[in-house]
């Protein structure tokens, strides 16, 4: 062990003080021994109590401050991401009921204060907010999902079973569906690559409409555990039919079920870790072209009121079925793993940003579908303000980005060359609440698929209407 300098004695080592160790400040002069000086320490204490006293006077001031304006919804936000974090949980309780006052149809701001509720110990408060952030039909999918999992804790939900999902209906109208390249490469004679034209090939291309239907169902069952630890199922299932690229028309059903252990206090969850199976099947054109099983886990954590991070890690052994439109389609049969990490911020009342990184791993039956996919996204949602029928109005805008190499070419399209693609999307939406639960949904994309092989260069528009219900 290791002692610092000074006296020569180890820290806690009993023993007799010898001469040099006694304290210097009581040297004998003329018989008469010279006291300590307390006054510098009695005013160094009050300098500290005068210290603390002004910064809770600052605190109150802050507070009062950030509460007189009712108006300054921002201001009165971010106090309130302040006062969490510091533990003033009746601070930020107010400044978020300022803001509610007057912004009635923020839905994450109600989640909000839903949560902290929980953390004052008023339950029935908490319960309130909390399902009407989870009812919301306006309100972001994300916040629902976090209020329904809230409502999961402090045994607000603990037992029985509870059901919400969605339906929706809608029409597309895609520039290029098929995803069709203007001209094609093949392996020609003594194995050299010919570039082909794709309209020398009849490769269908052009402007298609489609009609889609579908929904999504979450089954939970509580465990009657103090945390509010649960049980979810979720399950979906949507149909595509194309007007004329008929061999795209598709089925795909899914389902993901697995226990949600909640984090931190049952007053004050962090967060969740879910660990589920899933299975998946999708056909196109009629025939079934892949099924597959798998598992993985899901998490959330949320570091602050403003705040949160989520994650997904699954892995899925796909088996790919051939088809006399697809006579090879069991090439792509193999491993797939794939992972999302999400940070996500409430910038203020009415806007949100999110980055997020995702990559996925294919390890198929041929080598020359076998690849490594790395990306990103960034998105923003916005809660616009909907005049006299107080619900917002959803926007969102999200610009993403996949890299792909594949591991080995493909001998019938370029036997020396792998494939890589760089595709990038902007997606904007928006949702119009009508009625109770019913919404208007607008959307438009715009796809670049960039490949160093002509057979997988393409661009793609996309404008899509419909209609949403939410329960």
Do not use: C
Not at 40 to 63: C, G, H, N, W
Not at 308 to 323: A, E, K, M, P, V
């Amino acid at each position: 062990m290791i002692f610092p300098r000074g006296n020569g004695r180890a820290w806690g080592k009993p023993g007799r003080i010898s001469s040099h160790e006694r304290p210097a400040v009581t040297p004998r002069h003329g018989g008469n021994v010279r006291r300590l000086s307390y006054g510098p320490i009695l005013a160094a204490s009050a300098l500290l109590a005068a210290s603390a006293a002004q910064a809770q006077a600052d605190q109150a001031a802050s507070t009062s401050q950030s509460l007189a304006n009712a108006d300054d919804a921002e201001a009165s936000f971010r106090f309130a991401a302040q006062a969490a974090a510091a533990g003033d949980v009746v601070g930020a309780i107010a400044a978020l009921e300022r803001v509610l006052q007057t912004n009635p149809d923020l839905a994450n701001i109600k989640l909000e204060l839903g949560l902290l509720y929980l953390r004052a110990g008023n339950a029935d408060l908490a319960r309130s907010y909390l399902r009407e952030a989870a009812n919301a039909p306006d309100a972001p999918e994300a916040a629902r999902q976090r209020a329904r999992q809230a409502l999961g804790t402090a045994a607000i939900a603990s037992g029985g079973f509870s059901v919400a999902g969605s339906l929706f209906v809608g029409a597309q109208v895609q520039s290029n569906p098929n995803g069709s390249p203007g001209s094609v490469s093949i392996t020609g004679p003594g194995g050299v690559p010919i570039i082909v034209s794709g309209d020398d090939l009849s490769i269908p291309r052009g402007t298609d409409i489609s009609g889609s239907a579908g929904g999504y169902l979450q089954v939970r069952h509580g465990l009657n555990s103090q945390r509010g630890n649960d049980i979810v199922a979720d399950f979906s299932l949507s149909r595509t039919e194309y007007d004329d690229t008929t061999e795209l028309n598709a089925t795909y059903a899914g389902a993901r079920i697995g226990p949600r252990f909640f984090l931190g206090s049952a007053n004050d969850p962090k967060g969740f870790v879910r660990p589920i199976v899933s299975a998946t099947l999708l056909t196109l054109g009629g025939p079934r072209y892949f099924s597959a099983y798998g598992g993985g886990l899901e998490f959330l954590l949320r570091p602050a009121l403003d705040s949160s991070i989520t994650g997904q890690l699954t892995y899925d052994d796909r088996d790919y079925h051939n088809s006399r439109r697809r006579p090879t389609a069991e090439e792509q049969s193999g491993d797939y793993i794939s992972g999302v990490l999400e940070y996500a911020r409430q910038a203020t009342p009415r806007l949100s940003v999110n980055i997020s990184a995702l990559f996925e791993g294919v390890s198929a039956d041929r080598k020359y579908w076998s690849r490594a996919t790395f990306g990103g996204q960034v998105g923003t949602i916005y809660a616009f303000a909907s005049g006299s029928n107080r619900r917002s109005w959803i926007g969102r805008l999200n610009v993403t980005y996949r890299r792909s190499d594949y591991v080995a070419p493909d001998p019938l399209v370029d036997p020396l060359k792998a494939r890589n693609e760089d595709r990038t999307e902007i997606e904007a939406a928006l949702s119009i609440p009508l009625i109770r639960a019913l919404n208007l949904e607008l959307r438009a994309s715009q796809t670049w698929n960039r490949s160093n092989l002509p057979n997988y260069d393409f661009n793609n528009t996309l404008g899509a209407i419909g209609l949403s219900y939410q329960f």
